[in-house]
């Protein structure tokens, strides 16, 4: 059961353009959510997030918006930058309630090419 | 400012083996984390220590798969009698405990391959 999807696998836009990466959810018990983006042979690494009391959550050229009613959440990147280029996944902590919001269910991933 | 460190990088080995993986957390860091990744999906939750004690295991870790982190430093993963299945990415995180502010630090990950 995937209960976080990212149905684009992969995206590619020019250098200064807006990027738009998408995620969707089925559990509605999820309060938070978290973008990470991944380089090749690295680490994935946390870049932004936002609380479901929340529809917006901005960082520099980065902002999330969330809307619950759709269980739908789109990371904006602006202006875009080749160095952006990267795998990014949507999470969410699955422990509902519990003692540990690291344990997270992430999306397959989208692929950001940033042409230049 | 030292990193998640994962060694080795790379583990290539034959099925029916035993393979361990290790994992030094960033230091001040309480809780450490256990994840795999397979080509073309997100990482999947494996296990997760605060400290020492290992408070909680998905049901992807079987029996042939035990974590430990002694004194609550590093950690170490066992993989015994290896399958090709368990081929992937094995990701280690660290992070303090902060509520919905915990964020995750990830090391680069042991590439394990089973021929």
């Known amino acids: 059961d995937q209960q976080v999807k990212q149905n684009s696998p992969s995206l590619s836009v020019q250098e200064g353009r807006i990027s738009i990466l998408n995620c969707d959810y089925t559990?509605?018990?999820?309060?938070?959510f978290l973008w990470y983006k991944k380089y090749p042979a690295e680490g994935p690494t946390f870049l932004i997030s936002i609380s479901s009391i929340k529809d917006k959550n901005e960082d520099g050229r980065f902002t999330v918006f969330l809307n619950k009613s759709a269980k739908h959440l789109s990371l904006h990147i602006v202006p875009s930058q080749p160095g952006d280029s990267a795998v990014y996944f949507c999470a969410a902590p699955t422990n509902a309630g519990g003692t540990s919001y690291g344990k997270l269910t992430f999306g397959q991933g989208t692929i950001l090419t940033v042409h230049p | 400012d030292t990193g998640v460190s994962q060694n080795p990088r790379h583990k290539i080995t034959k099925r029916g083996q035993n393979v361990t993986f290790r994992c030094d957390p960033i230091s001040e860091h309480n809780r450490l984390y256990w994840y795999r990744q397979t080509l073309g999906q997100g990482p999947e939750f494996l296990t997760y220590?605060?400290?020492?004690?290992?408070?909680?295991k998905s049901r992807l870790l079987s029996d042939r798969f035990s974590a430990e982190r002694p004194k609550g430093s590093f950690s170490t993963l066992e993989i015994q009698r290896t399958e090709q299945g368990d081929s992937a990415m094995y990701l280690c995180a660290s992070s303090y405990d902060r509520g919905r502010g915990e964020k995750l630090f990830f090391g680069s990950g042991t590439q394990l391959s089973v021929l």
């Open positions: 220590f605060q400290n020492e004690a290992q408070l909680e």
């Open positions: 559990n509605s018990m999820f309060d938070y």
